[in-house]
């Protein structure tokens, strides 16, 4: 049995991977819909440009928040759309085989939902996998030996820890801190020592210009945009990335808290698995400046280099094999009657 289509369903972004063909879909989780009538006028890209610069008659909203669907009925659109424009890329026509990765917090009834909604879009059979294993696989770990490996995802809200071993998980922990955290970080550290009132999107623009959790060689300068917080009017500072640093401690502190919780709970022989190939460090989160070398330095640990961390539970949950569709981390639903 194979898989044709992974789906990695987070809190900021959609990835899907069609077997043969790599990834088809990378967009944001957003949506842009009227007030009145809820008549959705714009997903993923598109919608999130429209982010804090909508009239009162447009709303744009994350369906997922915090790892949990806070909006089903726009998530249900959005996924849909996603998995459609999949569809429509692929080559072999007949009805798909689907593997999801939902967030960690999802409960049964929503996960149930996102099982049906991926399903109503033609699907032959529906898997929902257990995140850590998707992202390992992605990552291309042999999930069925028995050394011990340990998969830190930082997405936007959460950081998911886990430590698998024969293809079980030994360990699991979900912390409520993620790549966004490092945004709301910034604005605080930008109101108080710089008095600028920045945006959500300008932010986030800035941190994946200069942000840092690492000194680097030479420090990088960017500009803080936003509005004088006394005057009101548009000001644009210049910032080093060393001030980002200061500024996102507290967060990258308690990630490294977590991974050390992490390793201090798991037994010493799969520790010394673990050490020995690397954490798998995934999740856009992962991907600010130094964050491997912070881990290294604070945990002893060494960190594996992946190439494109954001893309691996997609990727891996599209090449899941029979040995974990057929474990205890699976939920399936099957096609009864045909669309
Ligand atoms: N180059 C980068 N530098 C720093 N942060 C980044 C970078 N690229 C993406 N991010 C951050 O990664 C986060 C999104 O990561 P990801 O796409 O893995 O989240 P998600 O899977 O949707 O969320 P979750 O797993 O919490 O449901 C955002 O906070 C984003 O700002
Ligand atoms: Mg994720």
Redesign the pocket.
Known sequence: MNIDIGI?L??????IYIRDKGIVVNQP?VVAYEVKGKKVIAIGNKAKRMMGKTPEELEVVKP?KN?VISDYTLTERMLKAYVMAAMQKRKIWGKPNVCVCV??GITEVQKRAVEDAVFRTGAKKVYILE?PFAAAIGAGVDIESNKGHMVV??????T?IAVISQGGINYSASEKV???D??EAIIKYMKKRHNVLMGEVST?QL??EI?SVYPREKDAVGYAKGKELVRGLPTKVPVKSSEIIEACEEVSDMVINAIKLALESTPPELVGDISEYGIIL????S???GMNRLITEKTGVRVRRIEC??LV?ATGAANAKDYVLNSEHVTVLESQQDF
């Open positions: 990695d987070g809190t900021a972004n959609t990835v989780s997922i790892g967030p960690s995140e995802d930082i997405g936007a809200g959460t998911d993620g790549g966004d490092f945004d986030e941190k994946l942000g995934t999740g856009g989160g991907k600010i400046f961390p954001e539970v």
